[in-house]
T-cell receptor, first 116, second 110 residues
Framework: ETGVTQTPRHLVMGMTNKKSLKCEQH?????MYWYKQSAKKPLELMFV???????ENNSVPSRFSPECPNSSHLFLHLHTLQPEDSALYLC???????????????FGDGTRLSIL | QQQVKQSPQSLIVQKGGISIINCAYE??????FPWYQQFPGKGPALLIA?????SEKKEGRFTISFNKSAKQFSLHIMDSQPGDSATYFC?????????FGAGTRLTVKP
């Protein structure tokens, strides 16, 4: 059983829809991350949260809106997405008392998002 | 530009052979160099990682070689098995930044 669970596994939506991706970690970690994985491109770090506080936003368009209600749950709210946003969205978590990207990260299996 | 360049893009190895994947980074402030393994339909999983205070780290059949002066590191998979067929990603990071390579698709033929 993976320590990081993502739902749904697959999502198809139109450009005018609003949907949300959910991530839950069962590892007792304090930091959580959203990544975008596109074909033949490096993983792109989108958002970083530590103790529910966002500490990183790598120039992500505002049509992606993260939410972290507690240290175990992370959401990514989607609205008016573009076809180029079709990708695998990965959630990850890591240990540590503060944000530290130089620590092992545990990934979920991702949500495959397709924008029509 | 702070990139991590990974090569080759794809690799085919016979069972029992050695698989070698290389990465080069630019930011000398990076101090953590992990390798992740990803199977189809799954998220990446940490395979092995190294910090720049050592030049080599071995865990079972997997070895990382690290050359700080050249800003390069590589993954060696000894006695490669069909079950090792997956995509491998290198990464380089420090406290504030993390960059991934574009991945290498490894196929180990029986």
């Amino acid at each position: 059983e993976t320590g990081v669970t993502q739902t749904p596994r697959h999502l198809v939506m139109g450009m005018t829809n609003k949907k949300s991706l959910k991530c839950e970690q069962h590892l007792g970690h304090n930091a959580m991350y959203w990544y975008k994985q596109s074909a033949k491109k490096p993983l792109e770090l989108m958002f970083v949260y530590n103790f529910k506080e966002q500490t990183e936003n790598n120039s992500v368009p505002s049509r992606f809106s993260p939410e972290c209600p507690n240290s175990s749950h992370l959401f990514l709210h989607l609205h008016t997405l573009q076809p180029e946003d079709s990708a695998l969205y990965l959630c990850a978590s890591s240990q540590g008392d503060r944000i530290s990207l130089n620590q092992p990260q545990h990934f979920g299996d991702g949500t495959r998002l397709s924008i029509l | 530009q702070q990139q991590v360049k990974q090569s080759p893009q794809s690799l085919i190895v016979q069972k029992g052979g050695i698989s070698i994947i290389n990465c080069a980074y630019e930011n000398t402030a990076f101090d953590y160099f992990p390798w992740y393994q990803q199977f189809p339909g799954k998220g990446p999983a940490l395979l092995i990682a190294i910090r720049p205070d050592v030049s080599e780290k071995k865990e079972g059949r997997f070895t990382i070689s690290f050359n700080k002066s050249a800003k390069q590191f590589s993954l060696h998979i000894m006695d490669s098995q069909p079950g090792d067929s997956a995509t491998y990603f290198c990464a380089a990071s420090n406290n504030n930044d993390m960059r991934f390579g574009a991945g290498t698709r490894l196929t180990v033929k029986p």
